[in-house]
């Protein structure tokens, strides 16, 4: 089945930009989505990509995807403290089974 | 419009017990999924209900169940409860998996506990 990667952490000094990193297997993964989840809390969908796309922009997110390569990344600009959190990336197919697979979560660590 | 609501959101239970654990989902939206959410394995699916259906499901042993309400609100159930059963348990709801964009939006979780 789909397997989806992560690295575990990132530190990064507040005002800095961040780069999370997700690899994935099925090349027909079609929807990919990035999710935030904050001590205690559910995840929270920040932002999704279809595979027919490079990059998406949404404020300080930026969502990069590399089809050939499998390869997703979330780049957030101006890194705040309350940027801290786990992030998870999480892929899915359009056809049959449209349960996503989720990543094992980066824990991003935003220091003053 | 008010989000996925989860109750109870903290519950200790003991070995052998059963538990009941709740969902709401966003109004209008008829798809729920449940998730296991532990340190060791992640996010891991359990199943997910659609017209009070059980559309898809994953990994796990028959004493986890579930079922959804014509009003869309599920509930999950876990009898003979184990240790490694301790865990936080996920609830999302999303619109209709089927139209193609699968937007999920979680709820905070119950955190079970079990002794």
């Known amino acids: 089945g789909e397997d989806v990667e992560q690295s575990l952490f990132l530190s990064v000094r507040e005002g800095d930009s961040s780069v999370i990193n997700c690899t994935y297997t099925?090349?027909?993964?079609?929807?990919l989505y990035w999710y935030k989840q904050e001590p205690g809390a559910g995840l929270q969908l920040l932002t999704y990509?279809?595979?027919?796309?490079d990059m998406k922009q949404d404020q300080r997110l930026t969502v990069l995807l590399n089809k050939k390569d499998k390869h997703l990344s979330l780049r957030i600009a101006d890194t705040q403290t309350g940027d801290s959190a786990i992030y998870f990336c999480?892929?899915?197919?359009?056809?049959?089974?449209?349960?996503?697979?989720f990543g094992r979560g980066t824990s991003l660590i935003v220091h003053p | 419009k008010a989000g996925v609501t989860q109750t109870p959101r903290y519950l200790i239970k003991t070995r052998g017990q059963q538990v009941t654990l709740s969902c709401s989902p966003i109004?209008?939206?008829?798809?729920v999924s449940w998730y296991q959410q532990t340190p060791g394995q992640g996010l891991q699916f359990l199943f997910e209900?659609?017209?009070?259906?059980?559309?898809n499901k994953g990994n796990f042993p028959g004493r986890f169940s579930g079922r959804q309400f014509s009003n869309s609100r599920s509930e999950m159930n876990v009898s003979t409860l184990e240790l490694g059963d301790s865990a936080l348990y996920l609830c999302?709801?999303?619109?209709?998996?089927?139209?193609?964009?699968?937007?999920?939006?979680f709820g905070p979780g119950t955190r079970l506990t079990v002794t």
């Open positions: 999480a892929v899915r197919k359009s056809g049959g089974s449209y349960i996503p697979t």
């Open positions: 109004s209008g939206h008829r798809s």
């Open positions: 990509i279809f595979s027919n796309m």
């Open positions: 999302a709801s999303s619109l209709d998996p089927s139209s193609g964009n699968y937007e999920q939006y």
């Open positions: 209900y659609f017209s009070e259906t059980q559309r």
């Open positions: 099925d090349s027909s993964s079609t929807y």
